[in-house]
């Protein structure tokens, strides 16, 4: 797909999310990434790999999709993460943190108790709820079938990347997960 090609299709989707539609390069995404979302203070930005015309058009149009959908900042953050969710987090790692600062006279090891329970329960519990939402929504906006199509072509051929994004990676919900999550009755 060319470069116009691109910027149409994201000018499209972006109509039909109802959203300024991002700027598009190319360029060189993570490792194993054949398309990927880089916020730029208050814009954002996708960049195409050189991977990404090998993909199906469906999977193409999926990623594209994605991109778009998770460019919508408010949207993303508003029915991302609920409320008792925020609210539960908070009250569990305030509750373990809290006793430190009785036991030392300083609330460091109670601030760096609460950053790890944080990185290491919270944000992968954040995480998973934000992809749910961008899935449905992607659903909502260009159907269950391509979102389908794309979820099974993933599980059958895994992205390969390193670093951060290989963890983020395995901290996010399965292809098949995800795919079960968009079944009617979960809907």
Not at 2 to 19: A, K, N, P, T
Not at 78 to 97: D, F, N, P, Q, Y
Not at 166 to 172: A, E, G, I, T
Not at 173 to 182: I, Q
Request: hydrophobic share 50%; charged share 20%; proline share 7%.
């Amino acid at each position: 797909m060319s470069m116009d090609e691109l910027r149409l299709r994201v000018e499209e989707l972006s109509q039909r999310f109802g959203i300024n539609p991002p700027d598009v390069v190319h360029g060189e995404p993570p490792q194993g990434a054949d398309c990927i979302l880089k916020r730029r203070g208050k814009n954002s930005l996708i960049v195409i790999g050189a991977g990404f015309d090998t993909l199906p058009r469906q999977v193409q149009d999926a990623d594209l999709a994605w991109a778009v959908a998770a460019s919508d900042r408010t949207r993303v953050r508003k029915e991302g993460v609920s409320a008792a969710t925020s609210l539960g987090l908070g009250a569990v790692i305030g509750l373990v943190a809290a006793p430190l600062i009785f036991l030392f006279s300083s609330p460091i090891p109670a601030a760096v108790v609460a950053l790890i329970f944080f990185i290491m329960i919270g944000m992968p519990i954040m995480m998973r709820q934000q992809i749910y939402a961008l899935d449905r929504r992607v659903a909502e906006v260009c159907g269950k079938e391509m979102l389908h199509r794309a979820l099974t072509y993933w599980q059958e051929h895994p992205p390969r990347m390193r670093g951060l994004y290989r963890l983020v990676l395995k901290v996010q919900p399965s292809m098949a997960k995800r795919a079960a999550r968009l079944a009617p009755a979960n809907m």
